[in-house]
């Protein structure tokens, strides 16, 4: 029987903004969205304030100074580095490791009964809080879906264990007796609209859903409800995806820092979106047949003129290409603007995605050589940009001063990522 264990950090954003700060440990943090909008990410002390997830920033500002809260712009360099040193770690603790998200990893425990599962687990958070400083819970199961509820009681100390909850130690009396005390909508794929129609059929816990007959859930709802509700009785359904699968759409977006007039910057932004999705795209060795780009103005502003327009192409040839992308982007996009609007938002999406050995090339132009060179070009471009940092080389099409990006007004330094931010330490 499979065996598996949910490793989560504990706030993480707002973990690794205090991580290399010592005079915020006991102050209370955020995180905020992209341009500086909305509260993504809570510590501890801002959770016992009260303050709501997705509140924005400006609607808390008298308060959050009040409470000496501190706010930081998203870091997605730092976090993203500290997240894969978090797996690292945990890949020296089992062989079998899906990341299921930036701060969430699942573990297969199977093998591990000699050493004693819990103890597994406490030597984990114990491993993690040595060599990165940060604090995880974990939850672990006879599924993946039990694990991912273990782990919600180990934050929530609601099996009496701080920080590691291991549900294969509790007989079944003790977890029906703790089941009955959660809500359905802590369920792992429960969203509020689920929630509320199994409110409706009187399933308001986790141990009704469970009980609950598994055909008439799969007929009223779907068969991946149905897997939940085995799941939550130990029959593995869900296996460890160690191997993420090819993504069949990449799309790249970001509102701008201020509204934007002239095409010529939504042409910067345009070509930027495109050689980020491209990259990911050579990434997963992988070739788009179609792409899309959009624009729009600001739909919160509803006095101002409005406009919208997104158009879809499909390319002669699948392409990974950032030029032969953004050449095609930079056309759509000339195709669909309008002047005289001040667009609050662009982005991208390529499309028609298959792997890169399966590229199938026009019969009426040379592509042979010209692959050749193309794929060259930009495996160089690629490993320039990993060694010496993203952005070192790019598609003049970018620009090099765009006033557009986002506001980041509260941005802590990349500590991990960028020689000239990495952390000083003064003698006194």
Request: aromatic share 8%; glycine share 6%.
């Amino acid at each position: 029987m499979p065996v598996f264990a949910l490793v989560d950090c504990n706030n993480f954003y707002a973990s690794c903004e205090k991580l290399f700060n010592p005079a915020l440990q006991n102050i209370p943090v955020v995180v905020l969205s992209n341009n500086d909008g909305c509260v993504v990410a809570r510590s501890a002390e801002v959770k016992a304030l009260g303050i709501p997830m997705g509140v924005p920033w400006f609607k808390i500002q008298e308060e959050a100074k009040r409470h000496g809260i501190v706010a930081f712009s998203s870091n997605y360099s730092l976090y993203a580095d500290l997240s894969n040193r978090v797996v690292e770690v945990l890949s020296q603790f089992s062989p079998n490791v899906e990341v299921y998200s930036i701060d969430e990893s699942f573990l297969e425990f199977s093998g591990f009964e000699r050493i004693g599962y819990t103890s597994h687990g406490i030597e984990i958070r114990q491993r993690v809080a040595d060599w990165l400083g940060l604090a995880v819970c974990v939850g672990i199961g006879a599924t993946k879906t039990l694990a991912k509820l273990a782990n919600h009681c180990a934050k929530k100390q609601l099996a009496g264990m701080d920080g590691v909850c291991d549900f294969t130690t509790m007989d079944m009396e003790s977890l029906t007796h703790l089941f009955e005390r959660i809500d359905v909508g802590e369920v792992w794929g429960v969203g509020r609209k689920i929630s509320m129609r199994l409110a409706e059929m009187k399933i308001q816990t986790v141990r009704q859903l469970r009980d609950s007959d598994a055909e008439s859930i799969r007929s009223q709802f779907s068969v991946v409800l149905e897997r939940t509700v085995r799941e939550l009785r130990g029959l593995s359904c869900l296996n460890l995806e160690e191997v993420a699968p090819a993504r069949q759409q990449i799309m790249s977006s970001r509102s701008f820092g201020q509204l934007v007039y002239d095409r010529s910057d939504l042409e910067e932004a345009v070509a930027a979106y495109i050689s980020r999705a491209a990259e990911k795209l050579r990434g997963q060795e992988s070739l788009a047949g179609a792409l899309q780009v959009y624009i729009r103005t600001n739909i919160f502003n509803p006095e101002a003129p409005q406009y919208q327009k997104s158009v879809t192409v499909p390319l002669p040839e699948a392409t990974a290409d950032s030029r032969t992308l953004t050449a095609w982007g930079l056309r759509v996009l000339r195709r669909i603007y309008r002047p005289g609007y001040g667009y609050h938002k662009a982005g991208i999406a390529l499309m028609d995605i298959v792997p890169r050995a399966n590229q199938q090339f026009s019969l009426l132009a040379p592509t042979g050589l010209v692959s050749a060179r193309s794929e060259s070009l930009m495996d160089a471009m690629d490993s320039i940009n990993k060694r010496y940092g993203r952005g070192t080389l790019k598609l003049a099409a970018e620009g090099i001063n765009n006033q557009w990006r986002m506001r980041r007004g509260h941005l802590s330094p990349r500590f991990t990522t960028a020689w000239d931010e990495i952390p000083q330490v003064r003698a006194r």
